[in-house]
């Protein structure tokens, strides 16, 4: 089982639906990333949060410490938001080596 | 703006060739971080190093090696190129997580080596 679980792993919406992303995690985690890959590019990084939610523009990602449960939202979607987004996450007691889920692959139509 | 600059975008070398993929921060980072991405199996960290000279295998350092010379520059050495090397290789670089730092990651753009 790996220690990082995305889901799901493909999911297409119309422009302008509510999306979540959800990530699962089992090991001791002191921090999580939320990171977004377009097709053919670099690897970029949305938020990094340790407790409650973070928001940007329509982006929003929420972390429940105790469940190891965190999601990603993104309101009123939009073709641009196609990508590959990625769940990782920091281990308690390091801080630097990283535990990556697989990815979820987005597609957006219009 | 912040970046990382990783020297080639796409390389084709053949089997048992050396390759040198350099890597470039221009933020002071200490941490520096070699991923290969393949499909189906997401990215996997092959070295990193915390710091100048010092270095620490990740979790598929086997036919790999790495040089840290200045804290700016992180190389990943290929000694003997297989096919099996194929891959999307990313570089990455971050602060320590602490009480002042983010810990927040930074990619570059990717290397997408072939080997035939």
């Known amino acids: 089982k790996n220690e990082v679980e995305q889901s799901p792993q493909n999911l297409t919406a119309q422009e302008g639906e509510f999306i979540t992303i959800n990530c699962s995690y089992s090991v001791g985690i002191s921090a999580l990333h939320w990171l977004q890959q377009h097709p053919g590019g670099g690897i970029v990084s949305l938020f990094m949060l340790s407790s409650g939610k973070k928001k940007h523009g329509r982006l929003i990602a929420t972390i429940n410490i105790q469940e190891k449960h965190s999601s990603l939202h993104i309101t009123a979607s939009h073709p641009r938001d196609s990508a590959v987004y990625i769940c990782?996450?920091?281990?308690?007691?390091?801080?630097?080596?990283?535990?990556f889920g697989k990815g979820t692959l987005l597609t957006v139509n219009p | 703006d912040v970046k990382v600059t990783q020297s080639s975008r796409y390389l084709v070398k053949r089997t048992g060739e050396k390759v040198f993929l350099e890597c470039v921060q221009d933020m002071d980072h200490e941490n520096m971080f070699w991923y290969r991405q393949d499909p189906g199996l997401g990215l996997r960290l092959i070295y990193f190093?915390?710091?100048?000279?010092?270095?620490e295998k990740g979790d598929i350092p086997e036919g790999y090696s790495v040089s840290r010379e200045k804290k700016e520059r992180f190389s990943l050495i290929l000694e003997s190129a297989s096919t099996n090397q194929t891959s999307m290789y990313l570089c990455?670089?971050?602060?320590?997580?602490?009480?002042?730092?983010?810990?927040?990651?930074?990619f570059g753009e990717g290397s997408r080596l072939t080997v035939l």
């Open positions: 990455a670089s971050s602060l320590s997580l602490g009480p002042t730092n983010t810990g927040e990651l930074f």
């Open positions: 990782a996450v920091i281990n308690r007691g390091s801080n630097y080596k990283l535990t």
């Open positions: 190093s915390y710091d100048v000279k010092m270095k």
